[in-house]
């Protein structure tokens, strides 16, 4: 990697404000987002350039993004730079409706597409995890996750309650960059969190962050506050230091049986992600250098205990899911653990129905760095959704509940569904904010983008495309010709990667990013995008056949050609 870049240590996070180092706002956008994604206060290890997930990165050393910034300075406002697995490799004139960025990361053809391969190449300095928003320059800290991780066990509550989580107990692991959303998702549901953690610093940053509410010093001590809390009904959020493998059991072996447990370390990852349990961190991270194989020996050795135990709670009463870290997945491969299917993943359980109507994690930035900008927004959004009732609850929930880390940004789900005029709900949205942006009442522009993990652009057969009804799961087009569509409909950046979520060759995913400048031009590239976008969702879960979508893609005239019915 080298040694962390000095530009990097000045910048310590994003840029603000309207005056711009590059050539133009989309190019500025780049080189501040990119610098966000890197803000100590959003990044889990960003003197290592790790952004999330594991080891999903920003760029793919100190000199290629010191090449980035550089060429981010000088390019014009008709060229296009191309990033290959976080390195500049060129730049070419186009024109200006096209894209400034264009990333591809992390992608293996298919025979070759695996952990060893990618880490043999990763080891030559030639290929670079990029995770989803990491490499993509779209991550927001862990306020981007929240809204999932919320609407998820929302609709879990209403499922499995018909109410929302309060008197339950959802258990969990992982207090990392993603997983950390966890616990407030709970409170906000009004329910009571216990989250196993490995390490004291991330339990300490989201409790700093009012994540998290408190950290007990044992198992004990936290099952004896979250049943204080479940006998007053109140919402209640504790951390505690130890392996989630090891939690669970010793959760059996007392006969503690929550509600819900599910889990999200970086269990994707045998080598760099997930800890064995019988180590202390320190040792563990010791071992992961002296003896890789021995590490992931004993890695697959914890997630197989894992995921027995999440079994066995489910027999036992619990509600279980596998929130999209691919523990499964991992141990059927890898150890042959024909059952550990037996739980399903969240998507199918609880996000595919919004999919069906393109609705996904939308989420933007105010370039600015000032908060008014994301307030005013919150206000367009409340003009704009009056009827949208979870919506407006949710603006409400994050005004009070979620902290900004490095820019300010929000996030919320909007999807297809057009209006009198054929807009979309997402178009509409981002023309009221390019409107703002010229009009002066949000002081800088706003760049619009959104999670990897969305309606139609993601291929993840043990996640977003799980038990797909007409047994699609593992074709890979979808995700490419989203990439193809963000391109032509003039996105600002887009980017193609593998493994995100689950891990090299288990996915392949796309995103792309708006930047709302006030123009003309902006005003065209978001009605185009935010129509193809969450189009493609629509189109995709028509095409398989899911009565939601056929039933949106009617309602808003998306055209579906050979549509049987
Ligand atoms: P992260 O690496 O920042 O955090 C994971 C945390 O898990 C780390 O803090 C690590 O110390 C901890 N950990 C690892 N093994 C452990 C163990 N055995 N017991 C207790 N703690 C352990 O990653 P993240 O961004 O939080 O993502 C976590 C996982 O969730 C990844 O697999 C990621 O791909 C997946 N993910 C899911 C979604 C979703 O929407 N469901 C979104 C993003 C990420």
Redesign the pocket.
């Known amino acids: 990697l080298g040694e962390p870049s000095e530009q990097w240590r000045r910048y310590q996070g994003a840029p603000t404000g309207s005056d711009i180092e590059c050539k133009g706002w989309r190019q500025e956008a780049a080189l501040r987002m990119l610098n966000n994604n890197l803000d100590p206060d959003v990044a ?1 290890r960003p003197e290592d350039l790790v952004v ?3 080891t999903g990165r920003a760029a793919r050393s100190w000199a290629a993004y010191d090449a980035i910034l550089t060429e981010l300075r000088e390019l014009e406002d008709d060229e296009t730079l191309l990033v290959q697995s976080g390195k500049p490799v060129g730049k070419f004139t186009t024109h200006e409706r096209a894209p400034r960025v264009l990333i591809a990361n992390s992608n293996l053809v298919g025979h070759w597409d695996d952990w060893k391969h990618f880490h043999e190449l990763e080891a030559q300095g030639k290929i670079m995890y990029g995770q989803m928003t990491a490499g993509s320059w779209a991550y927001i800290g862990t306020q981007g ?1 929240i809204q ?1 991780t919320y609407e998820t066990l929302a609709e879990l509550a209403r499922q499995e309650y018909e109410s929302d989580l309060r008197g339950k107990l959802v258990v969990t ?8 959303a966890q616990p407030l998702a709970v409170t906000m549901n009004h329910g009571v969190c216990i989250a ?4 004291a610093d ?1 339990i300490q940053r989201r409790v700093e962050t009012d994540y998290l509410m408190e950290f007990a010093d044992s198992l004990d001590e936290a099952l004896e506050r979250a049943h204080d809390a479940l006998d007053a009904g109140e919402p209640y959020s504790v951390g505690v230091q130890m ?3 090891d939690m669970l059991e010793a959760l059996l072996a007392r006969d503690e049986i929550p509600d819900v447990v599910t889990d ?5 990852d045998e080598l760099e ?3 064995p349990s019988g180590y202390s961190v320190e040792e563990a991270d010791q071992l992961r250098e002296d003896d890789p194989d021995a590490y992931v020996e004993a890695s697959l050795d ?1 997630m197989e205990r894992h995921v027995q135990a999440i079994l066995d709670l489910q027999d036992r009463g619990a509600v279980a899911f596998e ?3 691919n523990i499964r997945g991992q141990v059927e491969t890898q150890r042959g653990m024909t059952n550990a299917f037996d739980f399903p993943g ?1 998507v199918p359980a609880y996000i595919r129905p919004m999919f069906c109507r393109g609705r996904g994690p939308f989420r933007w930035a105010a370039l600015s760095g000032d908060p008014a900008d994301i307030y005013r927004t919150d206000e367009a959004i409340r003009e704009l959704f009056p009827e949208n009732e979870s919506l407006m609850r949710w603006i409400d929930l994050a005004q009070e509940q979620v902290s900004f880390q490095g820019l300010p940004s929000r996030v919320c789900w909007l999807g297809y569904h057009t209006d009198e005029d054929g807009v979309t709900e997402r178009a509409r949205f981002a023309l009221k904010i390019n409107e703002l942006v010229a009009e002066g009442e949000i002081s800088a522009p706003v760049v619009v983008t959104r999670d990897h ?1 969305d309606a139609g652009s993601v291929a993840s057969p043990n996640r977003e495309t799980e038990a797909m009804r007409d047994g699609t799961d593992a074709i890979a087009d979808w995700p490419i010709l989203n990439a193809l569509l963000n391109t032509a409909a003039g996105a600002d950046i887009v980017s193609v990667h593998d493994g995100g ?2 891990g090299i060759g288990n996915s392949l995913h796309s995103n792309n990013h708006v930047v709302l400048d006030g123009s003309d031009l902006a005003a065209d590239k978001a009605r185009a995008v935010f129509t193809t976008d969450p189009g493609m969702g629509v189109v995709r879960h028509a095409d398989a056949g899911y009565e939601d979508a056929l039933d949106e893609a009617t309602q808003s005239g998306v055209h579906i050609p050979m549509r049987a019915y």
Do not use: D, P
């Open positions: 889990e999330y997930g594991g996750i999932g692991g992982g207090l990392g960059g993603m997983s950390g196993a953690e490995v390490k991330r392996n989630a493998a999200q370390t970086s269990a994707h992600g997930y800890y914890t929130y999209g870290n969240f993990l979520g689950v």
